[in-house]
Every structure is written in structure tokens, then in C-alpha cells.
């Protein structure tokens, strides 16, 4: 758990995937972070397929990393620009598993995520990412749809 | 069907298909393409005959075979040189123990529980002797362990695992003539001639639109995978360990793989993996259920029972309970060119090689949905243990070892 004072959220998580959904997360991150001045950190996931498998693993990363690299650098410039402390990140693995671990390890006050529908299937192998988050995060989660 | 063109228009629309398939259910491709491969011979085959989809063909199996060539090539050039010069004791005996409990387990169960042929059993033990090295690969990531010892140490054994399947399917069912030795040798001058010639070779003529780099590396593979077949061996042998030999140099150049990887994925493995489902028997499956249940339960327990106090022998007390559970998983590509291998070769029936395929499938997805249905997140049940077995400061040593 983070050092929230006086109900102040000065450290917040927002896990980005490159969707709609995560680009409004990111909006509400960032005016948040403005108004409260708080420090925000904007974390993108490069989730490998189920179950991992040789030589596509690493083209996975590899691929995802060289994505996210551009999205979050515009949105890192973004924030400077508006004077928002910003820090950004790519992990590996899966998404909700990612996000609770770099809450917990940079003490964050706010997590912020964006939901959105995924199949039926891909739930039960993956599971939502959203319900992870809010079943397992250390911390208050903003879901924003 | 004698049209080439409709014939390959069909096996791209169904490679399409898996991967639209695999987009949309966020699974492996290879996972996708093996199932759509075995529904669509059900289907193409009731409707029009069971030749209709061609998997015999030849052009067919030339364009499979090479994507297992090259696929098993990538794979072996992922790894890191560097592991085996510190941590290859603890990385011979783990690897070895991961492929010799399952290899002679299996084996056994095939033989003395569903009384197959010596050879099937061999052949049983080797398909489901592989470990994969993606899926352990995913967890060190995930926690940061692929930069530590740890990681790397198991990173190296799962490579020392599949290095044995590979070693064991080349060489358990070669004739053992004059050719088996020549390939041996003709293999060992060219495995150590290959990494200093390779990088001097693509130093001066490299780097062009030519892409010399591509033709040099697939002369490599088919002149020893001819070798290996005129041996009466398997290509995937010298195709793994020219990748091995080679991750120092080829597996660093990351411009080259990433040409080699949208050759493979984008034409050959596609290939590969739908006519691998395409020879799998739904029922032969439904008919004898227990063979799976059999094969799997083998494949799991033998993995626990010898590689438990192996890792726990080099002190891996904290985080054994993770990693000799990824062992467990199957490598698709190594598990299903294995069991085609043998039904090449007619070392097993039809009927066993779907058995062989369902229980690769399952020993692949299985882990993983347990994984992520019970484990996750997997960082808390690792710092749990970690607590568990020194107290709560053995936290911050873990908390330490997480780089990613």
C-alpha cells in the first residue's frame, strides 16, 4: 500500500494497452494526476499467447515492446508538456498480474484501468483483467469504461 | 485435388482462420493451427474424401517439414550462450533428470500398461520427454528471474531437456549403419566449423537485399537435414543444434530472426502445425479416452518424481515448487514433430499418434490454465513461499531479484 495522506492519491498506476479503453484510463490518470499533483506511472503489458510457445514467445515481446515504445513515449511528452510528473513501463506477462505486482513495488495509492469486453473463452484462459486487478490490487481501482 | 493453387489457397485460408482464431481467443498460434487442422480433415474429409485436404502431398510436407526445420532452428538459437559457461552443472543434471524420468516413465507406461510396440514406447517416451522452454521462458520474465542465476540455470536445463528429446529422436530410431557415423561426424565438423565461419561470412557479404543471410542458413539446415535423413535420422537433430551453435552470432542479429521469423510464421510453420492436426483422429480419441488420461498422468508424475530432488539437491528450496511445475508443461513443437516423426516412419499407428498429440495438447495447456486460474498472481504465491521458508526477510531478497 502507498502513502495516501489526507485521502491524497500521490502515486497512481495506469495499465495501458494501446485500446480506446486504455486511452481513457489514461486521460483520467493524467487529469487526476494534474489536479492532485500527483506522480503518475503508465504501465503497458506485452502478454505472451497461452500457452507460450517456442520462437513466437519472443516475437511477442519483441513486437510488443516496439509498439508500446512509440504509444508511450507520446503520452510521456504528453504529460511534460502539461508539467505531470510521468513514468513509463513495459512489462511482460499478464496484464493483471503485472499491474498488482508494480502497485504493490512502487507503493501506488490509485490504480487506474479501463474495461473492456473480451470472449467468453479467452476469459476462462485468461481471465478479465479488470476483475484481477480489483479481486487482487493492494490499493483503490478505478475501473473506467 | 490435383490444383495446386486451390489447394494452397485452402491451407492459407485455414491458416487464417487459426490465426484469427488465436487473435481472438489470445492462445498460442501453433495451439490454433493444430485444431483447425484436425476439424478441417473431419470436415473436408466427410464431405469430399479423406486425400481431398492433401496433407500427403509432396509439396506439402516439403513446405511442413521445412517450417519444423527452421522453427526448431529459432528455437535453439534463443538461447544464451552465456548460461552454460556458469551454470552448466546444475543445468546438465536438471535437464538430463527432466528428460530421462519422463522419457523412461512414459515409456514404460506405453509398453507395459497400453502394451505398445518397443519402438512406440520409445517413441511415447521421447514426444512427451520435452519440456517447454517458452513456457518457463514466460514465468522468468514475468518475475524478472530471466537476468538472475536461478533463471538462468533453469532456462539452460529446459534447453539441456530438449536438447536430449532432440538428440534422442535423431538417434534411437537411425539404423546405427556406416551413414548414422558419417552423419555424426560430418555433424560435429560442421556444428564447431559453423560458428566462426558464419559471422565472417555475413561480415563481408551480408547485409543486402539479397538476403544471402537466409540462403546461407537454410543450405545449412537442408544439406545437414538431408545428411540426417540419408542416415536414416530426423532433420529437426542438426537443425537444433545449428540454432544452438549459432545463438551467439545468427540468434543476436535481431533484423535477421525477425526475416526468418515472418518467413516461418507467415508461410512454413502454418504448414507444419495444420497438417500435424490433420492426421490427428478425433475418434480414436473418443474411443479410447484412458489412453490420454494414461499418458498424461505419466508424463505429470514422472516429471515431479525426478526432477523434485534434483532441484531441491542444488538448493532451489524457495522457488522448486514453480519451476519444476513449468517443467512440466510440453513443448508443442518439439511434442508434435516427435509423434510425427513416428508415424512417418510408421513407428506408431494412427490411433497413437492422436493419443500422442491430445496428451502434448493437453500437457501444454493444462499448466497454464491452472496457472492462471489458481496461481495468479504468481508473484504473491512465490513471495509466500519465499516467507514461508525463511521468514519475512527472504521477501526483500526476492523483491531484489525481480528486474524486469
Given at each position: 500500500m502507498g502513502n495516501r495522506q489526507n485521502g491524497r492519491f500521490h502515486n497512481i498506476l495506469v495499465g495501458y494497452d494501446g485500446s480506446q479503453e486504455a486511452e481513457k484510463a489514461v486521460e483520467v490518470g493524467l487529469a487526476m494526476a494534474s489536479t492532485l499533483d500527483s506522480k503518475i506511472k503508465v504501465l503497458a503489458v506485452a502478454q505472451p499467447s497461452e500457452p507460450p510457445t517456442a520462437v513466437e514467445l519472443q516475437a511477442v515481446v519483441d513486437d510488443a515492446r516496439e509498439h508500446y515504445d512509440n504509444a508511450l513515449r507520446r503520452i510521456a511528452n504528453s504529460a511534460r508538456e502539461n508539467g505531470i510528473r510521468i513514468e513509463t513501463a513495459i512489462a511482460v506477462g499478464h496484464p493483471a498480474e503485472q499491474i498488482i505486482r508494480q502497485a504493490e513495488q512502487g507503493h501506488v495509492d490509485l490504480i487506474i484501468v479501463g474495461r473492456r469486453g473480451i470472449s467468453t473463452f479467452a476469459k476462462i484462459i485468461i481471465g478479465s483483467v479488470s476483475e484481477r486487478v480489483l479481486r487482487y490490487a493492494p490499493c483503490p481501482v478505478l475501473v473506467t469504461r | 485435388m490435383e490444383n495446386v493453387w486451390v489447394l494452397a489457397a485452402i491451407w492459407v485460408g485455414l491458416a487464417l482462420i487459426a490465426t484469427l482464431l488465436a487473435i481472438w481467443l489470445k492462445i498460442s498460434t501453433a495451439l490454433t493451427e493444430i485444431v483447425v487442422g484436425t476439424v478441417a480433415q473431419l470436415v473436408i474429409g466427410a464431405l469430399a474424401g479423406s486425400?481431398?485436404?492433401?496433407?500427403?502431398s509432396e509439396w506439402i510436407s516439403f513446405l511442413a517439414g521445412t517450417g519444423a526445420i527452421v522453427l526448431t532452428f529459432l528455437a535453439g538459437a534463443e538461447?544464451?550462450?552465456?548460461i552454460f559457461r556458469t551454470k552448466w552443472k546444475e543445468a546438465g543434471v536438471v535437464g538430463l533428470v527432466g528428460f530421462f524420468a519422463p522419457f523412461l516413465g512414459c515409456g514404460a507406461l506405453a509398453h507395459?500398461?497400453?502394451?505398445?510396440?518397443t519402438r512406440a514406447s520409445l517413441l511415447a517416451g521421447v514426444a512427451l520427454s520435452t519440456t517447454s522452454v517458452a513456457v518457463v521462458y514466460a514465468v522468468m520474465l514475468e518475475l524478472g528471474f530471466n537476468t538472475t542465476d536461478f533463471g538462468k540455470g533453469i532456462l539452460a536445463a529446459c534447453f539441456v531437456n530438449d536438447l536430449g528429446t532432440v538428440i534422442a529422436l535423431g538417434l534411437?530410431?537411425?539404423?546405427?549403419?556406416m551413414r548414422t557415423l558419417i552423419f555424426v561426424v560430418v555433424g560435429v565438423v560442421v556444428f564447431a566449423v559453423l560458428p566462426f565461419l558464419t559471422p565472417r561470412f555475413f561480415k563481408k557479404y551480408?547485409?543486402?537485399?539479397?538476403?544471402l543471410e537466409a540462403k546461407y542458413l537454410l543450405l545449412a539446415l537442408f544439406a545437414m537435414g538431408g545428411l540426417a535423413a540419408w542416415a536414416g535420422?530426423?532433420?529437426v537433430l542438426p537443425a537444433y543444434i545449428i540454432g544452438m551453435v549459432l545463438a551467439g552470432t545468427v540468434g543476436k542479429d535481431h533484423v535477421l530472426v525477425r526475416r526468418l521469423r515472418t518467413l516461418t510464421f507467415g508461410l512454413l510453420t502454418p504448414f507444419y502445425f495444420i497438417r500435424a492436426g490433420s492426421f490427428v483422429s478425433v475418434p480414436a480419441l473418443i474411443a479410447a479416452p484412458l489412453v490420454f488420461v494414461a499418458l498424461f498422468g505419466a508424463k505429470s508424475l514422472t516429471k515431479i518424481v525426478g526432477l523434485f530432488p534434483t532441484v531441491k539437491a542444488f538448493k532451489y528450496q524457495a522457488q522448486e515448487g514453480i519451476y519444476y511445475t513449468l517443467m512440466m508443461s510440453t513443448g508443442l513443437t518439439f511434442g508434435t514433430i516427435s509423434a510425427l516423426f513416428g508415424l512417418n516412419h510408421n513407428i506408431i499407428s494412427g490411433a497413437q499418434y492422436s493419443h500422442l498429440v491430445a496428451t502434448v495438447i493437453a500437457s501444454a495447456v493444462i499448466p497454464t490454465m491452472i496457472a492462471n486460474e489458481f496461481f495468479l498472481p504468481k508473484h504473491l504465491l512465490y513471495l509466500q513461499r519465499v516467507e514461508a521458508d525463511f521468514?519475512?526477510?527472504?521477501a526483500t531478497s526476492a523483491e531484489a531479484a525481480e528486474g524486469d
Amino acid at each position: 500500500m502507498g502513502n495516501r495522506q489526507n485521502g491524497r492519491f500521490h502515486n497512481i498506476l495506469v495499465g495501458y494497452d494501446g485500446s480506446q479503453e486504455a486511452e481513457k484510463a489514461v486521460e483520467v490518470g493524467l487529469a487526476m494526476a494534474s489536479t492532485l499533483d500527483s506522480k503518475i506511472k503508465v504501465l503497458a503489458v506485452a502478454q505472451p499467447s497461452e500457452p507460450p510457445t517456442a520462437v513466437e514467445l519472443q516475437a511477442v515481446v519483441d513486437d510488443a515492446r516496439e509498439h508500446y515504445d512509440n504509444a508511450l513515449r507520446r503520452i510521456a511528452n504528453s504529460a511534460r508538456e502539461n508539467g505531470i510528473r510521468i513514468e513509463t513501463a513495459i512489462a511482460v506477462g499478464h496484464p493483471a498480474e503485472q499491474i498488482i505486482r508494480q502497485a504493490e513495488q512502487g507503493h501506488v495509492d490509485l490504480i487506474i484501468v479501463g474495461r473492456r469486453g473480451i470472449s467468453t473463452f479467452a476469459k476462462i484462459i485468461i481471465g478479465s483483467v479488470s476483475e484481477r486487478v480489483l479481486r487482487y490490487a493492494p490499493c483503490p481501482v478505478l475501473v473506467t469504461r | 485435388m490435383e490444383n495446386v493453387w486451390v489447394l494452397a489457397a485452402i491451407w492459407v485460408g485455414l491458416a487464417l482462420i487459426a490465426t484469427l482464431l488465436a487473435i481472438w481467443l489470445k492462445i498460442s498460434t501453433a495451439l490454433t493451427e493444430i485444431v483447425v487442422g484436425t476439424v478441417a480433415q473431419l470436415v473436408i474429409g466427410a464431405l469430399a474424401g479423406s486425400a481431398s485436404l492433401g496433407a500427403k502431398s509432396e509439396w506439402i510436407s516439403f513446405l511442413a517439414g521445412t517450417g519444423a526445420i527452421v522453427l526448431t532452428f529459432l528455437a535453439g538459437a534463443e538461447l544464451d550462450p552465456a548460461i552454460f559457461r556458469t551454470k552448466w552443472k546444475e543445468a546438465g543434471v536438471v535437464g538430463l533428470v527432466g528428460f530421462f524420468a519422463p522419457f523412461l516413465g512414459c515409456g514404460a507406461l506405453a509398453h507395459y500398461v497400453l502394451h505398445w510396440s518397443t519402438r512406440a514406447s520409445l517413441l511415447a517416451g521421447v514426444a512427451l520427454s520435452t519440456t517447454s522452454v517458452a513456457v518457463v521462458y514466460a514465468v522468468m520474465l514475468e518475475l524478472g528471474f530471466n537476468t538472475t542465476d536461478f533463471g538462468k540455470g533453469i532456462l539452460a536445463a529446459c534447453f539441456v531437456n530438449d536438447l536430449g528429446t532432440v538428440i534422442a529422436l535423431g538417434l534411437i530410431f537411425a539404423p546405427f549403419t556406416m551413414r548414422t557415423l558419417i552423419f555424426v561426424v560430418v555433424g560435429v565438423v560442421v556444428f564447431a566449423v559453423l560458428p566462426f565461419l558464419t559471422p565472417r561470412f555475413f561480415k563481408k557479404y551480408g547485409g543486402r537485399v539479397s538476403e544471402l543471410e537466409a540462403k546461407y542458413l537454410l543450405l545449412a539446415l537442408f544439406a545437414m537435414g538431408g545428411l540426417a535423413a540419408w542416415a536414416g535420422s530426423e532433420a529437426v537433430l542438426p537443425a537444433y543444434i545449428i540454432g544452438m551453435v549459432l545463438a551467439g552470432t545468427v540468434g543476436k542479429d535481431h533484423v535477421l530472426v525477425r526475416r526468418l521469423r515472418t518467413l516461418t510464421f507467415g508461410l512454413l510453420t502454418p504448414f507444419y502445425f495444420i497438417r500435424a492436426g490433420s492426421f490427428v483422429s478425433v475418434p480414436a480419441l473418443i474411443a479410447a479416452p484412458l489412453v490420454f488420461v494414461a499418458l498424461f498422468g505419466a508424463k505429470s508424475l514422472t516429471k515431479i518424481v525426478g526432477l523434485f530432488p534434483t532441484v531441491k539437491a542444488f538448493k532451489y528450496q524457495a522457488q522448486e515448487g514453480i519451476y519444476y511445475t513449468l517443467m512440466m508443461s510440453t513443448g508443442l513443437t518439439f511434442g508434435t514433430i516427435s509423434a510425427l516423426f513416428g508415424l512417418n516412419h510408421n513407428i506408431i499407428s494412427g490411433a497413437q499418434y492422436s493419443h500422442l498429440v491430445a496428451t502434448v495438447i493437453a500437457s501444454a495447456v493444462i499448466p497454464t490454465m491452472i496457472a492462471n486460474e489458481f496461481f495468479l498472481p504468481k508473484h504473491l504465491l512465490y513471495l509466500q513461499r519465499v516467507e514461508a521458508d525463511f521468514g519475512k526477510t527472504g521477501a526483500t531478497s526476492a523483491e531484489a531479484a525481480e528486474g524486469d
